[in-house]
């Protein structure tokens, strides 16, 4: 997302400064979000019969191996990887099985049926 001139479709793009801002704050947002979910794995209880309750002031060492790069390459991984699966259940069950398999979320079962999930039907 960053820089997109660096990536192997970079003959293909034309970034608008705009654009670019974009995806630079977007950027900025998951890395904040990631940090965000995971710190509260910082401070881990103290077991047993120490004062305190809680580490204080933990040294922490950040060293992302981050790769960046623009949004059309990661959703054509994702469809790839929806492919894998589908193909590898279909290898696994029948086909058929999977019209008549539904999905389940939070909020209960999904209506349309995993095979056609899958496909993006």
């Given at each position: 997302m960053v820089n997109?001139?660096?990536?192997a479709e970079a003959a293909h793009l034309q970034f608008y400064?705009?654009?670019r801002d974009h995806l630079v704050k977007l950027f900025k947002g998951t890395c904040a979000l990631a940090r965000e979910t995971h710190v509260k794995d910082l401070y881990?209880?103290?077991?047993g019969a120490a004062e305190g309750g809680f580490h204080e002031d933990p040294t922490i060492y950040v060293h992302p191996s981050l790769t960046v790069?623009?949004?059309?390459?990661s959703y054509e991984r994702r469809a790839l990887a929806y492919r894998f699966i589908y193909r590898s259940l279909s290898n696994l069950i029948a086909e058929e099985s999977l019209r008549k398999i539904h999905r389940v979320s939070e909020k209960g079962?999904?209506?349309?049926?995993?095979?056609?999930?899958l496909r993006g039907k």
């Amino acid at each position: 997302m960053v820089n997109p001139e660096k990536a192997a479709e970079a003959a293909h793009l034309q970034f608008y400064p705009r654009h670019r801002d974009h995806l630079v704050k977007l950027f900025k947002g998951t890395c904040a979000l990631a940090r965000e979910t995971h710190v509260k794995d910082l401070y881990t209880p103290v077991c047993g019969a120490a004062e305190g309750g809680f580490h204080e002031d933990p040294t922490i060492y950040v060293h992302p191996s981050l790769t960046v790069e623009p949004t059309a390459p990661s959703y054509e991984r994702r469809a790839l990887a929806y492919r894998f699966i589908y193909r590898s259940l279909s290898n696994l069950i029948a086909e058929e099985s999977l019209r008549k398999i539904h999905r389940v979320s939070e909020k209960g079962p999904v209506s349309e049926n995993l095979g056609d999930e899958l496909r993006g039907k």
